[in-house]
């Protein structure tokens, strides 16, 4: 007789628990593959490329540049951004700014002393350099003090003539970290500043990022760059927009540039950044749109409701000196999909528009407030000729760039004194711009445009 041929249960399921697990565990694993291989995700490169493996720089346990992180929940978006191969995009990016003839500097600056920094104008003598027609007009664009650095830091910026990665942080609001997922040859290509004040520098060394008598300083890939608090601003916010906005003066040969608000980490390769975004869109600056707002008016009361500027009433006389001279609200007339751009990261080509626009924004920050994202539409839509612009998603930036909190815990330090920053203030105006007032009464048209195109 045979025998019946007798069933096991194999060892590993025998236990209820233990397959159970199993089976949930590589649940999760092919989740996570079908969601790191998803084309819906915001970032996607065609193939991987040679990134440097070794940490840019070994930071005391006791700074923590890692905490305090925003956490991003989205895991797809619906404008997702493809990256060529790393070689190819080095190879055009150094074939590009080896063509000097496409970057020639087509402005020119004035270059007289003034009792600030960015000097003095009025509303009309500014609106008048909005139409750039006549090469040989000398433009105001700041300089007209020198910019207190020492002249090893200047040199050093006049001899990077490729791609520059700018940042700065004032009055220690920030914490320094390093850039990730650089390519092998990323660093001999690009140049990465950082611009700080005798108090972030004074942090830098209680944390012993810095050596106490070294002269030349470098955090990793970060040369750093020590502004003098003298001859500037007391406010540290009207000093940061130098770098921001005027990185093509203070780098006269770079051919492209990423500004990078310090409260952001950048996590993709700036080579890749500038091709994506700039170069194969064909245009002069990329910058991501703001998440919820896309009026100028719409920002204008958010900075006076949640305090961001000190002097509501300036406020007023910004927007109504805008509006008399020709801000439109944004409609989708326009040839930009909104008016109001989250400026933490802005990537351009330092081409004649780009750079025009960057002198007449910043001269409205010198005349104004250092709130960037105010006359942005202003400047964009009147200056001519036209800048052209990728304004990408806000979900794209929340995958090139982790975001912390400010600097929770600032060094305190003696220098604090009357040689310190101080911050203005005045008697206050009411919280909101517009409360059933005669506020901004040149803006009337504009405001109600907006109110008939929201309630149609």
């Keep these: 007789m045979g025998k019946y041929a007798q069933y096991r249960t194999p060892p590993l399921c025998q236990s209820k628990l233990l397959?159970?697990?199993?089976?949930?565990?590589f649940s999760v694993m092919f989740l996570a593959l079908y969601n790191a291989l998803s084309p819906t995700k915001c970032l996607f490169r065609s193939s991987p490329f040679d990134p440097i493996q070794a940490p840019?720089?070994?930071?005391?346990?006791?700074?923590?540049?890692?905490?305090?992180?925003?956490p991003t929940h989205r895991s797809s978006c619906s404008s997702p951004v493809y990256f060529s191969d790393y070689w190819p995009v080095l190879e055009e990016i150094q074939n590009l700014c080896r063509n000097f003839s496409a970057f020639a500097p087509n402005l020119r600056y004035m270059m007289e002393d003034g009792d600030t920094f960015g000097g003095t104008f009025s509303t009309n003598r500014r609106l008048s350099y909005f139409n750039h027609s006549n090469d040989s007009e000398e433009l105001p664009c700041g300089f007209f003090k020198k910019f207190p650095i020492s002249n090893s830091d200047r040199i050093e910026m006049?001899?990077?003539?490729?791609?520059?990665?700018?940042?700065?942080?004032?009055?220690?609001?920030?914490?320094?970290?390093?850039?990730?997922?650089?390519?092998?040859?990323t660093l001999d290509n690009v140049c990465f500043f950082m611009f700080i004040d005798d108090v972030?520098?004074?942090?830098?060394?209680?944390?012993q990022l810095i050596p106490r008598k070294v002269l030349d300083y470098k955090i990793g890939a970060w040369r750093i760059v020590k502004v003098s608090r003298k001859n500037l601003y007391s406010n540290p916010a009207k000093n940061v927009v130098i770098?921001?906005?005027?990185?093509?003066?203070?780098?006269?040969?770079?051919?492209?540039?990423?500004?990078?608000?310090?409260?952001?980490?950048?996590m993709v390769d700036p080579l890749l950044l500038i091709h994506t975004l700039v170069v194969a869109e064909n245009v002069d600056m990329a910058i991501p749109k703001h998440p919820f707002f896309i009026h100028t008016m719409e920002e204008a009361m958010a900075t006076a409701r949640w305090k961001k500027w000190w002097d509501v009433e300036s406020l007023q006389r910004q927007m109504e000196t805008y509006c008399k001279n020709g801000l439109q609200p944004w409609s989708s007339n326009k040839p930009y999909p909104t008016d109001v751009p989250n400026t933490a990261i802005i990537l351009r080509k330092h081409g004649l528009s780009n750079n025009l626009f960057s002198c007449l924004l910043y001269n409205e920050l010198e005349a104004f407030n250092p709130r960037d994202q105010l006359p942005f539409a202003y400047v964009r839509d009147l200056m001519?000729?036209?800048?052209?612009?990728?304004?990408?998603?806000?979900?794209?930036?929340?995958?090139?760039?982790?975001e912390y909190r400010h600097n929770l815990n600032?060094?305190?330090?003696?220098?604090?004194?009357e040689e310190s920053y101080t911050t203005q203030r005045t008697k206050r105006a009411r919280s909101d711009l517009i409360v059933n007032s005669s506020c901004c009464s040149r803006c009337q048209n504009y405001l109600s445009e907006v109110w008939d195109e929201t309630h149609k």
């Excluded at 036209?386 to 304004?391: A, E, I, Q, S, Y």
């Excluded at 600032?410 to 004194?417: E, G, K, N, P």
Aim: with cysteine; aromatic share 12%.
């Design 19 to 25: 397959c159970t697990s199993l089976l949930y565990l």
């Design 243 to 266: 770098p921001k906005y005027l990185v093509h003066r203070l780098f006269p040969n770079s051919k492209y540039s990423i500004w990078i608000n310090a409260q952001l980490q950048l």
């Design 158 to 185: 006049e001899n990077c003539n490729g791609v520059v990665v700018v940042s700065a942080i004032f009055d220690d609001h920030d914490k320094i970290r390093q850039p990730k997922g650089l390519g092998s040859k």
């Design 200 to 207: 972030t520098l004074k942090g830098f060394r209680y944390h």
């Design 56 to 70: 840019l720089f070994s930071y005391p346990s006791t700074y923590g540049e890692h905490n305090h992180a925003f």
């Design 410 to 417: 600032r060094v305190r330090s003696s220098i604090r004194d």
């Design 384 to 402: 001519s000729p036209k800048l052209k612009l990728n304004m990408f998603e806000e979900e794209v930036l929340e995958q090139i760039a982790a």
